[in-house]
């Protein structure tokens, strides 16, 4: 993988199916270091500089590298953690960051290094919550975990949840959806597995996600289905603009991953650029959370790599830990109210 993921021009030589669509098909990795949202400090800026770019490659690196250093095998142990908290007298770790795969650079789009995925608003960043969605969040914080407000759950798509019923423990955790909002829509970049795999006919496009095995089908020129099914993935219509697969989805169930509602709606735009890369581009729309629609849009450049079993399963190991550890508490508290 190279420093830079760059989008060519428009009217490159594309590849195009017998009936003479851009060809989507592919396998794709859109793991980059472009966020999501820009930060505040760069205001409405939307591009870096070369240099810019260099040191916020150089920086990953340099992280990376200190990161997978050999640990001492005679270090002490962790600090006492378990109250959720990410400082160092909290959280005693989770991956290995060899496992952590969120790219090596940013994406440039138009020649241009991208200093978010969010374009719209101007300022990178997604719009002010409706004050019912605020409320809402408000009352989930109350039973969420120490130390982990809303920020934290948003940004990283999940829903919070006491650790003491299953059903109530993130959709990731439970192997349902992706981490994040990987398998969307909108489809984001994730800590790892970032590759999509798409498969288009003359009337269906597929998508397969490597994170946790998500998998979409978009009935081109088809119509949506009646507004009583719901699904965890919304249902995809597509339709072609020229050269362009715009893909529109509803009928989400009541757990989007992107932290929205029911009420989601999301309308993709997927344009082959050349041989190699995709530009995703997406609008999402929810008025019983967002005060507006915004959108956003990524490069997605073409990989030789393979998509492999992602083998997550509901009810894994780690629930039994989750919930023993509920008991225990409980217990605890039930012996300090006794005295």
């Not at 004050?131 to 999940?158: C, H, L, M, Y």
């Not at 109530?168 to 970032?194: D, H, I, K, Q, W």
Request: with cysteine; hydrophobic share 35%.
């Amino acid at each position: 993988m190279t420093l830079a993921m760059v989008a060519t021009v428009w009217g490159a030589e594309i590849p195009r199916t017998p009936d003479g669509k851009p060809d989507l098909s592919g396998t794709y990795d859109i793991a980059t270091l472009t966020p999501l949202t820009r930060p505040a400090s760069l205001g409405e800026r939307q591009s870096l500089t070369d240099a810019e770019a260099k040191v916020l490659a150089d920086q990953a690196k340099a992280v990376a590298a200190a990161t997978n250093k050999a640990s001492d095998p005679n270090r002490k142990a962790p600090p006492t953690g378990g109250d959720g908290s990410e400082g160092p007298a909290g959280n005693v770790g989770g991956y290995n960051s060899l496992w952590v795969d969120i790219g090596e650079g940013a994406f440039k789009v138009d020649g241009k290094w991208r200093t978010s995925i969010v374009i719209d608003p101007s300022n990178g960043r997604m719009p002010p919550v409706t004050d019912a969605a605020r409320k809402q969040r408000a009352a989930q914080a109350k039973v969420s975990r120490p130390n982990r407000g809303d920020a934290f759950w948003i940004t990283e798509g999940i829903s919070p949840g006491p650790y003491d019923d299953p059903e109530m423990r993130p959709t990731a955790e439970r192997c349902l959806l992706s981490f994040g909002s990987g398998g969307g829509p909108p489809m984001l970049p994730v800590m790892y597995n970032n590759l999509k795999q798409l498969v288009l006919t003359k009337d269906t496009l597929v998508i397969v996600n490597e994170m946790v095995h998500d998998a979409r089908v978009v009935r081109i020129n088809g119509e949506h289905e009646p507004p009583e099914i719901r699904r965890w993935l919304g249902d995809s219509i597509g339709r072609w603009e020229g050269d362009t697969l715009v893909v529109d989805t509803t009928n989400f169930n009541d757990n989007p991953a992107i932290g929205a509602s029911r009420n989601l709606h999301v309308v993709e735009r997927f344009r082959r650029i050349d041989a190699k890369s995709l530009l995703y581009g997406f609008t999402v729309e929810d008025p019983t959370v967002w005060t507006k629609p915004w959108s956003g849009e990524i490069l997605w450049p073409a990989t030789e790599q393979r998509i492999f079993e992602y083998a997550c399963h509901e009810g894994n190991y780690s629930f039994g830990g989750i919930l023993k550890g509920a008991r225990l508490l409980e217990a605890e508290a039930e012996k300090k109210v006794k005295k």
